[in-house]
């Protein structure tokens, strides 16, 4: 399965900042074969990133959006203005959104289901604090989210989803789940969307591992096969240490 290694800048990088990473990153690009990359900037940078990378295979999407088409919703952004730049992906449920900004299970499932409607891949994002994980829930928790995301969604409407397995504490924190964690994490993640959705839409589904993720532990996590990429946070914000992460993944899992 190809991996898919996404940069995550949150609120970070003005345009033209955006801009001058992506000159510099798809430099490097030829190194890159056989990993899907994908880079989620800021709205206001969407544009700058885009022309940034027209012609190269660097893909572009976005960090949220509204479940609305259009309407009275200040400032919302939906899903045909990120469209119109290219964009083909959405994170959407990420844990700062959740935990930050509220954002419940149902809102999520509508913005979810939005994406789907308007073929956006969406990257649903899920995690346990970590009271959870000490109260040993993590897996409950994890199918809690899975099924309020995907419950009665049709498998036919859903032509790619990934998912991003973040434990809430390690985003950010510098302490990462250990890979053997983060696979365990991977394999439920992909068991749920089976019985939820069959086993077509699980043959492709691809589990992303978020939290903490740096260019020296990226191979521990994607030479697992369970784990079919990352979701990067803090270390995606510089080009080269970016583009050392994405190469050390390729090294790792042999593509
Ligand atoms: P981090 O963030 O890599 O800085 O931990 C990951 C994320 O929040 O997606």
Known sequence: MKLIIAANWKMHKTAAEAASFCNQLTLQEKKFTGVEVLVCPPFTALAATAAALEGSAVKLGAQNMSWEVKGAYTGEIAPQMLKEFGVGHVI???SERRHIFGEDDAAIRKKLERALHDE???IL?????????NRGETGAVLERQLRAALEGLEPEN????IVAYEPVWAIGTGQAASPDDAADAASLARAVVEKILGSETGATLRVQYGGSVNAD????FVSLSPVNGALVGGASLQA????????????AAGC
């Open 92 to 94: 959407l449920g990420h």
């Open 120 to 122: 956006l891949v969406p």
């Open 125 to 133: 994002c899920i995690g346990e604090t970590e009271e959870q994980r």
């Open 158 to 161: 859903i032509k790619e989803l």
């Open 217 to 220: 532990n990226i191979g521990g």
């Open 240 to 251: 080269d240490s970016f583009a050392a992460l994405i190469m050390a993944a390729r090294e």
